[in-house]
Structure formats: C-alpha cells, structure tokens
C-alpha cells in the first residue's frame, strides 16, 4: 500500500536557496539508492516553515531509503539547515 511521508521544518529564510539545491539533491541521492519514490514535493507554509512531501510505493520502500540514506551526506546537508523538524507516515486508504 502506498505511503506518503510528510516532514515539516523550520529554516532560516536566507537559507531558502540552498535548502532547495539540498533538497533536490537528498531526492536524486534516494531514487539512486532504492526504488519505489514517487512524486516530490517542497513546499512552505511562510518563509520560515516548510513542508517536504514524498510518496512512496510501499512500506517496505520507505524502510530500504531510511536504512540507505539517513546518514547520507545528502541528508545531513540538507538537514543541517532545518530546525524543529518532525516527520509523519500516512498510509493511503483512498485515491480519487
């Protein structure tokens, strides 16, 4: 069943450049990896809060990129710039 992760953070605005070349990175880095990412997505609430959503196709995928990445360089650089981050798993029931 697919799984959409939600990760929201804080950064400081002038990072907002940068958070945004690490975050694509930090994507190319887990779809190098491991299969089963889907859809991406970056986005912000103000210029302080941030939201990344990624889709996966399953569990299993999501378990395989967190074991493979987590302690990538990609992640930590990309991580570096975020503060009060906080991630949560939503599995897909519907899709209309």
Known sequence: MPLITVTRFQIDPADAEQLRARHAALVAATRAAVPGLGEVWL?????????????????ASLAAARQAVAGSPEAAAAFALTREAGAEDFEILDEH
Do not use: K, L, N, P
């Open 43 to 59: 986005g912000r609430v103000d210029d302080e809060h941030w939201a990344g959503i990624w889709r996966w196709d399953s569990a």
